[in-house]
């Protein structure tokens, strides 16, 4: 019998299509621009915030939180700098739920804890160790060692690619010969090279930003950039890597390639005494950019909001306390299109009447560990 004609096939064929161009669609170059402003208040930086204290018992005490990572159910803190280094797991409620393995040289065990990747797809939590320079595999629930994979170059910092691949950055100090010799090596879950981006030789061998990830995660890949320079790189394993945004602070200058290249030793004392940017954090949610960057003693905090299409900065120093946080350190990551850091309650020497935190803390908690803070 004659079949009437139906375009469900068709229909559905368009969408495949529309969708694989999408993903393929290059990504918009964008020029920020962050002005110089004036009494800015906490409340100007910090929306819709919700806290996580994070228990404090003499089994989870935390000297630094050097990285915090927030993945499905559990908040990783890795505690690199301690006398004897951990990383703490904690449920999102702040209950202290364990470690992951332990300072050691035995299989699972690491002597400095540096990066933390959670594989949500895999169920796997992946860890670096700087010193063994391993890359180390546990399971995600109950972190109990699967394997350990030995990195094959010298790196600063790694992020997650995709659930089959890892984005590593390699700093111009670190000596690594062929075929390891680019900025940008891009491995699998097990470190075999997959590819690589950007010879080294252009920039600048000498500073402290070796230990400074250069990486932010976004829905559609990962940005990173180079220590010092104010344009930001996309990648996704799909794509080459590809300029995507250049930021432009009002009255501060990033210092330009030139002058990276003529001051190859002693770069940042370079930069201190010339009063450039010396370092720059960069994390984007769906509605704004976070900036934290510094010049010399001077820490800056950043806000651009995507929809109007603005940005202002101001010296943390001249944060009006409206909302009684005291020190927020900069952002760690981002959970639920949540901005995610780290409330140093050690620092405020009593709760103002006005604060926040009264809602959750005591008086007698100050000196306990951080509060974690999510805001928009």
Same mark, same amino acid.
């Given at each position: 019998?004659?079949?009437?004609?139906?375009?469900?096939?068709?229909?559905?064929?368009?969408?495949?299509?529309?969708?694989?161009?999408?993903?393929?669609?290059?990504?918009?170059?964008?020029?920020?621009?962050?002005?110089?402003?004036?009494?800015?208040?906490?409340?100007?930086?910090?929306?819709?915030?919700?806290?996580?204290?994070?228990?404090?018992?003499?089994?989870?005490?935390?000297?630094?939180?050097?990285?915090?990572?927030?993945?499905?159910?559990?908040?990783?803190?890795?505690?690199?700098?301690?006398?004897?280094?951990?990383?703490?797991?904690?449920?999102?409620?702040?209950?202290?739920?364990?470690?992951?393995?332990?300072?050691?040289?035995?299989?699972?065990?690491?002597?400095?804890?540096?990066?933390?990747?959670?594989?949500?797809?895999?169920?796997?939590?992946?860890?670096?160790?700087?010193?063994?320079?391993?890359?180390?595999?546990?399971?995600?629930?109950?972190?109990?060692?699967?394997?350990?994979?030995?990195?094959?170059?010298?790196?600063?910092?790694?992020?997650? !690619?995709? %659930? +089959?691949? &890892? @984005?590593? /950055?390699?700093?111009?100090?670190?000596?690594? *010969? #062929?075929?390891?010799?680019?900025?940008?090596?891009?491995?699998?879950?097990?470190?075999?090279?997959?590819?690589?981006?950007?010879?080294?030789?252009?920039?600048?061998?000498?500073?402290?930003?070796?230990?400074?990830?250069?990486?932010?995660?976004?829905?559609?890949?990962?940005?990173?950039?180079?220590?010092?320079?104010?344009?930001?790189?996309?990648?996704?394993?799909?794509?080459?890597?590809?300029?995507?945004?250049?930021?432009?602070?009002?009255?501060?200058?990033?210092?330009?390639?030139?002058?990276?290249?003529?001051?190859?030793?002693?770069?940042?004392?370079? !930069?201190? %005494? +010339?009063? &450039? @940017?010396? /370092?720059?954090?960069?994390?984007?949610?769906? *509605? #704004?950019?976070?900036?934290?960057?510094?010049?010399?003693?001077?820490?800056?905090?950043?806000?651009?909001?995507?929809?109007?299409?603005?940005?202002?900065?101001?010296?943390?120093?001249?944060?009006?306390?409206?909302?009684?946080?005291?020190?927020?350190?900069?952002?760690?990551?981002?959970?639920?299109?949540?901005?995610?850091?780290?409330?140093?309650?050690?620092?405020?020497?009593?709760?103002?009447?006005?604060?926040?935190?009264?809602?959750?803390?005591?008086?007698?908690?100050?000196?306990?560990?951080?509060?974690?803070?999510?805001?928009?």
């Amino acid at each position: 019998m004659f079949k009437p004609f139906t375009s469900k096939p068709f229909s559905l064929l368009f969408i495949f299509i529309a969708f694989m161009l999408s993903c393929n669609e290059p990504v918009k170059y964008r020029s920020l621009d962050f002005k110089a402003k004036n009494n800015i208040k906490a409340s100007d930086f910090y929306k819709n915030i919700s806290f996580i204290q994070l228990e404090t018992n003499e089994n989870c005490l935390i000297h630094d939180p050097t990285e915090l990572k927030v993945c499905r159910d559990k908040i990783f803190v890795v505690d690199r700098f301690a006398k004897t280094p951990n990383v703490f797991v904690f449920s999102l409620a702040g209950k202290f739920i364990g470690r992951v393995s332990k300072r050691g040289g035995g299989p699972g065990e690491f002597f400095l804890p540096a990066n933390i990747i959670c594989n949500v797809e895999n169920n796997r939590l992946y860890l670096t160790d700087l010193m063994k320079n391993e890359l180390i595999a546990y399971d995600l629930d109950s972190f109990s060692f699967i394997e350990s994979f030995k990195i094959p170059f010298y790196f600063t910092s790694v992020e997650y !690619l995709d %659930k +089959d691949h &890892l @984005i590593w /950055y390699v700093g111009s100090g670190q000596k690594n *010969e #062929s075929p390891f010799s680019c900025h940008i090596q891009i491995t699998d879950l097990q470190c075999n090279p997959v590819r690589s981006w950007i010879e080294r030789d252009n920039f600048s061998i000498d500073g402290p930003y070796n230990i400074i990830s250069n990486f932010s995660k976004t829905k559609n890949g990962v940005l990173f950039h180079h220590p010092f320079l104010n344009e930001y790189y996309h990648c996704s394993l799909a794509d080459s890597i590809s300029a995507c945004m250049n930021l432009n602070i009002e009255n501060i200058n990033f210092p330009s390639k030139a002058y990276i290249a003529d001051h190859k030793q002693g770069t940042a004392k370079s !930069l201190g %005494k +010339d009063e &450039l @940017i010396q /370092y720059c954090d960069l994390f984007e949610n769906d *509605e #704004s950019i976070q900036l934290f960057f510094g010049v010399n003693d001077n820490k800056f905090k950043a806000t651009y909001d995507k929809k109007m299409g603005q940005g202002f900065y101001c010296n943390t120093n001249e944060i009006i306390d409206d909302l009684g946080l005291g020190s927020v350190s900069r952002v760690k990551d981002i959970y639920n299109n949540q901005y995610v850091s780290c409330i140093f309650i050690e620092d405020l020497k009593a709760l103002p009447s006005h604060s926040l935190l009264k809602k959750i803390i005591e008086e007698d908690d100050l000196g306990k560990n951080p509060i974690v803070m999510l805001y928009n």
